[in-house]
Protein backbone atom coordinates (compact mmCIF):
# COMPACT_ATOMS: atom_id res chain seq x y z
CA UNK A 1 0.00 0.00 0.00
CA UNK A 2 1.55 3.13 -0.95
CA UNK A 3 2.30 5.91 1.41
CA UNK A 4 0.56 8.77 -0.74
CA UNK A 5 -2.83 6.62 -0.45
CA UNK A 6 -2.57 6.21 3.13
CA UNK A 7 -1.72 10.40 3.59
CA UNK A 8 -4.27 11.16 1.24
CA UNK A 9 -6.84 8.90 2.96
CA UNK A 10 -6.33 10.67 5.94
CA UNK A 11 -6.62 13.83 4.79
CA UNK A 12 -10.15 12.83 3.60
CA UNK A 13 -10.99 12.07 7.03
CA UNK A 14 -9.32 14.75 8.72
CA UNK A 15 -11.60 17.06 5.93
CA UNK A 16 -14.52 16.04 6.69
CA UNK A 17 -14.03 16.60 10.70
CA UNK A 18 -13.70 19.93 10.05
CA UNK A 19 -17.24 20.42 9.91
CA UNK A 20 -18.39 16.91 11.52
CA UNK A 21 -17.87 17.14 14.82
CA UNK A 22 -17.23 14.10 17.52
CA UNK A 23 -17.88 11.66 14.26
CA UNK A 24 -14.69 10.45 13.40
CA UNK A 25 -15.84 6.82 13.03
CA UNK A 26 -18.90 7.88 11.28
CA UNK A 27 -16.72 9.96 9.24
CA UNK A 28 -14.26 6.80 8.87
CA UNK A 29 -17.01 4.57 7.76
CA UNK A 30 -18.51 6.93 5.44
CA UNK A 31 -14.81 6.74 3.48
CA UNK A 32 -14.82 3.18 3.57
CA UNK A 33 -18.03 3.07 1.36
CA UNK A 34 -16.33 5.51 -0.54
CA UNK A 35 -12.89 3.84 -1.39
CA UNK A 36 -15.21 0.79 -1.51
CA UNK A 37 -17.20 2.15 -4.87
CA UNK A 38 -20.39 1.93 -2.81
CA UNK A 39 -23.39 3.73 -1.96
CA UNK A 40 -24.23 5.23 1.06
CA UNK A 41 -27.32 5.60 3.06
CA UNK A 42 -27.43 7.68 5.67
CA UNK A 43 -30.71 7.35 8.06
CA UNK A 44 -31.00 9.31 11.49
CA UNK A 45 -33.52 11.64 12.95
CA UNK A 46 -33.79 14.95 12.00
CA UNK A 47 -31.10 17.46 13.10
CA UNK A 48 -28.08 15.19 13.45
CA UNK A 49 -26.12 16.24 10.62
CA UNK A 50 -26.95 13.64 7.64
CA UNK A 51 -27.17 16.61 4.58
CA UNK A 52 -23.80 18.15 6.42
CA UNK A 53 -22.21 15.03 6.30
CA UNK A 54 -22.57 13.78 2.80
CA UNK A 55 -22.20 17.57 1.55
CA UNK A 56 -19.03 17.95 4.06
CA UNK A 57 -17.85 13.96 2.35
CA UNK A 58 -18.96 15.74 -1.62
CA UNK A 59 -16.84 18.68 -1.35
CA UNK A 60 -13.52 17.43 0.21
CA UNK A 61 -13.54 15.54 -3.01
CA UNK A 62 -12.42 17.57 -6.34
CA UNK A 63 -14.95 16.12 -8.26
CA UNK A 64 -18.65 16.98 -9.90
CA UNK A 65 -21.37 17.50 -7.13
CA UNK A 66 -24.83 17.57 -7.72
CA UNK A 67 -27.84 17.70 -4.92
CA UNK A 68 -31.43 15.98 -5.58
CA UNK A 69 -33.81 17.16 -3.25
CA UNK A 70 -36.66 14.20 -3.65
CA UNK A 71 -40.19 15.26 -3.63
CA UNK A 72 -43.66 13.67 -4.27
CA UNK A 73 -43.96 15.01 -7.21
CA UNK A 74 -40.77 14.15 -8.59
CA UNK A 75 -40.61 12.31 -11.97
CA UNK A 76 -37.82 9.86 -13.26
CA UNK A 77 -37.28 12.57 -15.85
CA UNK A 78 -36.06 14.68 -13.46
CA UNK A 79 -33.41 12.57 -12.02
CA UNK A 80 -31.91 11.08 -15.18
CA UNK A 81 -32.91 13.62 -17.83
CA UNK A 82 -35.01 14.34 -20.79
CA UNK A 83 -34.85 14.59 -24.53
CA UNK A 84 -35.67 18.44 -25.76
CA UNK A 85 -36.26 19.11 -29.56
CA UNK A 86 -33.96 21.58 -30.80
CA UNK A 87 -35.87 23.85 -33.31
CA UNK A 88 -32.66 24.62 -35.19
CA UNK A 89 -31.37 21.18 -35.84
CA UNK A 90 -34.87 19.82 -36.25
CA UNK A 91 -34.24 16.78 -33.70
CA UNK A 92 -34.38 16.11 -30.21
CA UNK A 93 -31.07 16.49 -27.73
CA UNK A 94 -30.67 15.20 -24.45
CA UNK A 95 -30.00 17.31 -21.59
CA UNK A 96 -28.47 15.50 -18.66
CA UNK A 97 -30.14 15.35 -15.48
CA UNK A 98 -28.26 15.77 -11.74
CA UNK A 99 -27.61 12.07 -11.70
CA UNK A 100 -24.36 12.47 -14.16
CA UNK A 101 -22.30 13.83 -11.48
CA UNK A 102 -19.72 12.06 -9.34
CA UNK A 103 -21.15 12.56 -6.34
CA UNK A 104 -25.09 12.75 -6.07
CA UNK A 105 -26.47 13.75 -3.01
CA UNK A 106 -29.85 12.27 -3.28
CA UNK A 107 -31.59 14.52 -0.06
CA UNK A 108 -34.69 12.96 1.61
CA UNK A 109 -34.89 9.81 -1.00
CA UNK A 110 -38.24 8.50 0.53
CA UNK A 111 -40.01 11.35 -0.38
CA UNK A 112 -39.76 10.86 -3.83
CA UNK A 113 -42.72 7.46 -4.89
CA UNK A 114 -41.06 4.17 -6.00
CA UNK A 115 -41.40 5.23 -9.83
CA UNK A 116 -39.14 7.58 -9.15
CA UNK A 117 -36.70 5.73 -6.36
CA UNK A 118 -36.28 3.09 -9.27
CA UNK A 119 -34.76 5.67 -11.55
CA UNK A 120 -31.48 5.45 -9.34
CA UNK A 121 -30.65 1.56 -9.97
CA UNK A 122 -29.40 0.77 -13.11
CA UNK A 123 -27.16 3.84 -12.00
CA UNK A 124 -26.29 2.49 -8.61
CA UNK A 125 -25.59 -0.94 -10.24
CA UNK A 126 -24.20 -0.20 -13.86
CA UNK A 127 -23.51 3.50 -13.58
CA UNK A 128 -24.87 3.81 -16.66
CA UNK A 129 -28.12 5.64 -17.61
CA UNK A 130 -31.00 4.01 -20.32
CA UNK A 131 -33.15 6.93 -22.10
CA UNK A 132 -34.99 7.01 -25.33
CA UNK A 133 -33.19 3.74 -26.46
CA UNK A 134 -29.64 4.89 -25.97
CA UNK A 135 -27.14 3.91 -22.47
CA UNK A 136 -24.79 6.77 -21.45
CA UNK A 137 -22.11 6.11 -19.44
CA UNK A 138 -22.37 8.08 -15.83
CA UNK A 139 -19.12 9.79 -14.78
CA UNK A 140 -15.90 7.67 -12.50
CA UNK A 141 -15.88 7.78 -9.65
CA UNK A 142 -19.50 7.83 -9.19
CA UNK A 143 -21.35 7.55 -6.01
CA UNK A 144 -24.54 8.00 -4.37
CA UNK A 145 -24.68 9.47 -0.57
CA UNK A 146 -28.86 9.07 0.24
CA UNK A 147 -30.32 10.63 3.26
CA UNK A 148 -33.98 9.56 5.26
CA UNK A 149 -35.81 10.15 8.48
CA UNK A 150 -36.83 6.52 9.57
CA UNK A 151 -39.41 8.28 11.91
CA UNK A 152 -41.48 10.01 9.29
CA UNK A 153 -44.50 9.03 7.84
CA UNK A 154 -46.57 11.55 5.92
CA UNK A 155 -44.92 11.80 2.90
CA UNK A 156 -42.72 9.00 2.82
CA UNK A 157 -42.57 5.95 0.94
CA UNK A 158 -40.84 2.72 2.14
CA UNK A 159 -37.88 1.62 0.11
CA UNK A 160 -37.79 -1.28 -2.12
CA UNK A 161 -35.55 -3.89 -0.81
CA UNK A 162 -34.43 -3.32 -4.75
CA UNK A 163 -32.94 -0.41 -3.61
CA UNK A 164 -31.88 -1.01 -0.39
CA UNK A 165 -29.81 -3.58 -1.70
CA UNK A 166 -27.98 -1.12 -3.73
CA UNK A 167 -26.61 0.25 -0.57
CA UNK A 168 -23.50 -0.63 0.16
CA UNK A 169 -23.36 0.75 4.28
CA UNK A 170 -26.51 1.77 5.89
CA UNK A 171 -24.70 4.26 8.49
CA UNK A 172 -26.66 6.13 11.37
CA UNK A 173 -24.72 8.98 12.71
CA UNK A 174 -26.34 9.74 16.27
CA UNK A 175 -25.63 12.43 18.90
CA UNK A 176 -22.62 14.23 19.36
CA UNK A 177 -20.47 13.83 22.70
CA UNK A 178 -21.82 17.08 25.00
CA UNK A 179 -18.28 18.67 24.35
CA UNK A 180 -18.93 18.14 20.73
CA UNK A 181 -22.60 19.58 21.04
CA UNK A 182 -21.24 22.70 22.76
CA UNK A 183 -19.08 23.55 19.91
CA UNK A 184 -22.29 22.62 16.85
CA UNK A 185 -24.25 25.03 19.22
CA UNK A 186 -21.76 27.30 19.11
CA UNK A 187 -21.34 27.56 14.85
CA UNK A 188 -23.49 29.80 13.66
CA UNK A 189 -23.81 28.16 10.20
CA UNK A 190 -22.59 24.55 9.08
CA UNK A 191 -22.88 25.95 5.31
CA UNK A 192 -19.83 28.13 6.34
CA UNK A 193 -17.81 25.20 7.52
CA UNK A 194 -18.65 23.61 4.15
CA UNK A 195 -18.40 26.41 1.67
CA UNK A 196 -14.49 26.43 3.09
CA UNK A 197 -13.94 22.97 2.86
CA UNK A 198 -10.94 22.64 0.18
CA UNK A 199 -10.45 19.64 -1.68
CA UNK A 200 -8.66 16.55 0.31
CA UNK A 201 -8.20 14.55 -3.07
CA UNK A 202 -8.55 14.79 -6.62
CA UNK A 203 -11.27 12.45 -8.78
CA UNK A 204 -7.91 10.77 -9.96
CA UNK A 205 -6.45 10.33 -6.68
CA UNK A 206 -9.71 8.72 -5.26
CA UNK A 207 -9.97 6.09 -8.56
CA UNK A 208 -5.94 5.04 -7.51
CA UNK A 209 -6.94 4.40 -4.33
CA UNK A 210 -10.15 2.57 -5.10
CA UNK A 211 -7.95 0.57 -7.14
CA UNK A 212 -5.71 -0.70 -4.41
CA UNK A 213 -8.28 -1.50 -2.37
CA UNK A 214 -8.72 -5.55 -4.06
CA UNK A 215 -5.39 -6.28 -3.87
CA UNK A 216 -5.50 -6.20 0.14
CA UNK A 217 -4.95 -9.06 1.11
CA UNK A 218 -7.88 -11.67 2.96
CA UNK A 219 -6.70 -14.94 4.46
CA UNK A 220 -8.83 -18.22 3.40
CA UNK A 221 -9.98 -18.13 6.98
CA UNK A 222 -10.88 -14.63 6.96
CA UNK A 223 -12.85 -15.18 3.78
CA UNK A 224 -14.72 -18.38 5.36
CA UNK A 225 -15.41 -16.07 8.15
CA UNK A 226 -17.23 -13.36 6.15
CA UNK A 227 -19.12 -16.24 4.32
CA UNK A 228 -20.35 -17.93 7.50
CA UNK A 229 -21.75 -14.60 8.85
CA UNK A 230 -23.36 -14.00 5.80
CA UNK A 231 -25.36 -17.72 5.48
CA UNK A 232 -26.06 -17.24 8.60
CA UNK A 233 -28.52 -14.90 8.31
CA UNK A 234 -30.42 -17.48 6.02
CA UNK A 235 -31.09 -19.72 8.49
CA UNK A 236 -32.06 -17.59 11.24
CA UNK A 237 -35.40 -18.52 13.06
CA UNK A 238 -36.43 -15.04 12.70
CA UNK A 239 -35.07 -13.73 9.55
CA UNK A 240 -37.15 -14.08 6.58
CA UNK A 241 -34.96 -13.40 3.77
CA UNK A 242 -31.24 -13.47 4.34
CA UNK A 243 -28.57 -11.39 2.77
CA UNK A 244 -27.89 -12.29 -0.65
CA UNK A 245 -24.62 -12.75 -2.34
CA UNK A 246 -24.27 -9.22 -2.66
CA UNK A 247 -24.21 -8.56 0.75
CA UNK A 248 -21.04 -10.93 1.05
CA UNK A 249 -19.44 -9.35 -2.00
CA UNK A 250 -19.74 -5.79 0.30
CA UNK A 251 -18.99 -7.29 3.27
CA UNK A 252 -15.63 -8.87 1.53
CA UNK A 253 -14.86 -5.25 0.09
CA UNK A 254 -15.59 -3.40 2.52
CA UNK A 255 -13.46 -4.64 4.94
CA UNK A 256 -11.23 -4.20 2.43
CA UNK A 257 -11.32 -0.91 2.27
CA UNK A 258 -11.36 -0.32 5.83
CA UNK A 259 -8.13 -2.24 6.31
CA UNK A 260 -7.00 0.40 4.10
CA UNK A 261 -8.58 3.15 6.63
CA UNK A 262 -6.68 1.49 9.50
CA UNK A 263 -3.54 2.04 7.28
CA UNK A 264 -3.24 -1.94 7.03
CA UNK A 265 -2.37 -3.84 3.79
CA UNK A 266 -4.43 -7.40 4.84
CA UNK A 267 -7.75 -7.74 6.63
CA UNK A 268 -8.65 -8.45 9.86
CA UNK A 269 -11.72 -10.12 11.91
CA UNK A 270 -12.28 -7.12 13.51
CA UNK A 271 -12.86 -5.58 10.10
CA UNK A 272 -15.34 -7.94 9.20
CA UNK A 273 -17.26 -7.58 12.70
CA UNK A 274 -17.09 -3.89 12.72
CA UNK A 275 -18.90 -3.92 9.30
CA UNK A 276 -21.01 -6.47 9.69
CA UNK A 277 -23.93 -4.74 10.73
CA UNK A 278 -23.71 -1.57 8.51
CA UNK A 279 -23.15 -3.80 5.44
CA UNK A 280 -25.93 -6.49 6.38
CA UNK A 281 -28.20 -5.50 8.72
CA UNK A 282 -30.33 -3.42 5.42
CA UNK A 283 -30.22 -6.44 3.19
CA UNK A 284 -32.35 -8.86 5.57
CA UNK A 285 -36.08 -9.25 6.03
CA UNK A 286 -37.24 -9.99 10.10
CA UNK A 287 -40.49 -12.13 10.20
CA UNK A 288 -41.75 -9.86 13.44
CA UNK A 289 -42.00 -5.81 11.78
CA UNK A 290 -41.10 -2.97 14.41
CA UNK A 291 -43.86 -0.23 14.90
CA UNK A 292 -41.78 1.76 12.31
CA UNK A 293 -38.76 1.82 10.46
CA UNK A 294 -36.50 2.98 13.35
CA UNK A 295 -37.76 0.01 14.93
CA UNK A 296 -37.29 -2.37 12.52
CA UNK A 297 -33.65 -1.01 11.80
CA UNK A 298 -33.32 -1.46 15.57
CA UNK A 299 -34.06 -5.41 15.90
CA UNK A 300 -32.39 -5.95 12.32
CA UNK A 301 -29.20 -5.15 13.83
CA UNK A 302 -29.84 -7.11 16.99
CA UNK A 303 -29.87 -10.01 15.22
CA UNK A 304 -26.83 -9.67 13.24
CA UNK A 305 -24.57 -8.87 16.25
CA UNK A 306 -26.10 -12.12 17.92
CA UNK A 307 -25.34 -13.92 14.35
CA UNK A 308 -21.74 -12.29 14.72
CA UNK A 309 -21.31 -13.15 18.46
CA UNK A 310 -22.26 -17.03 17.45
CA UNK A 311 -19.72 -17.54 15.09
CA UNK A 312 -16.33 -18.58 16.47
CA UNK A 313 -13.50 -15.95 15.09
CA UNK A 314 -10.44 -16.99 13.22
CA UNK A 315 -7.09 -17.39 14.63
Known sequence: MRQESIAGISRLINNVEQVMFGKREVVKLCVVGLLARGHLLIEDVPGIGKTTLAQSLARSIDCSFTRIQFTSDM????????????????EFEFRPGPIFASVVLADEINRTPPKTQSALLEAMSEYTVSADGVTRNLP????????QNPIEYEGTYVLPESQLDRFLLRVDIGYPPEADEMRIMRRHNPLDAIAALKPALTAAQLLDIQAEVGNVKVEPTVERYVLQIVR????????????????????????????MVEERDFVTPDDVKALAVPTLA????????????????????????????GIKVPV
Open 75 to 90: LPSDVLGVSILNPQKN
Open 140 to 147: RPFMVIAT
Open 232 to 259: ATREHEQVRLGASPRGAQALYESSQARA
Open 282 to 309: HRILVKSRGADLAAAARERERIIREIVA
